[in-house]
């Protein structure tokens, strides 16, 4: 009897031969294949990369949130009495400023996904062009070997 670990290795590499033959067919869905990939992409845990337009704007997002209120906690009464009353006199102007910044945040977040969107639907279309591209270059070099063979 095979082991199991040598059996799931066989069958993946089945699962992937048969994946390979199926794509290699002309009735191969490869733009929608495309798409579902791209969107399950984004569903993934990332840490993103330098260039991961998506993880940043995720990123600015989670860190658009800006806390106003500054920490009053002090060691002696005085310090702590200052503390408070310097929050509540500029509480108002620090609470007006840090909403607009953090507006500016997620509209900057939101911009950022809309680009990542278009820049995943953009690299979607130009992989499924390529796949039928690639098709349509080995149907003709198999249509110039089939002449080729007749002279």
Do not use: N
């Amino acid at each position: 009897m095979e082991p199991p670990a040598a059996a799931t290795a066989t069958l993946a590499d089945e699962v992937l031969a048969e994946a390979g033959r199926l794509a290699a067919e002309p009735a191969f869905p490869a733009a929608y294949l495309a798409r579902v990939r791209t969107a399950a992409a984004r569903l993934a845990v990332t840490e993103g990369g330098g260039d991961d337009v998506r993880s940043a704007a995720l990123l600015l997002e989670q860190q658009a949130v800006i806390d106003v209120e500054a920490p009053v906690a002090s060691r002696s009464l005085p310090q702590r009495l200052v503390k408070q009353a310097v929050r509540k006199f500029v509480g108002w102007y620090v609470r007006f400023l840090g909403h607009q910044v953090g507006v500016l945040g997620q509209a900057a977040a939101r911009l950022g996904l809309a680009v990542a969107e278009r820049l995943d639907r953009l690299e979607a279309e130009q992989g499924a062009e390529r796949a039928a591209m690639a098709a349509r270059v080995a149907a003709l070099e198999a249509r110039v070997a089939e002449l080729e063979a007749r002279s």
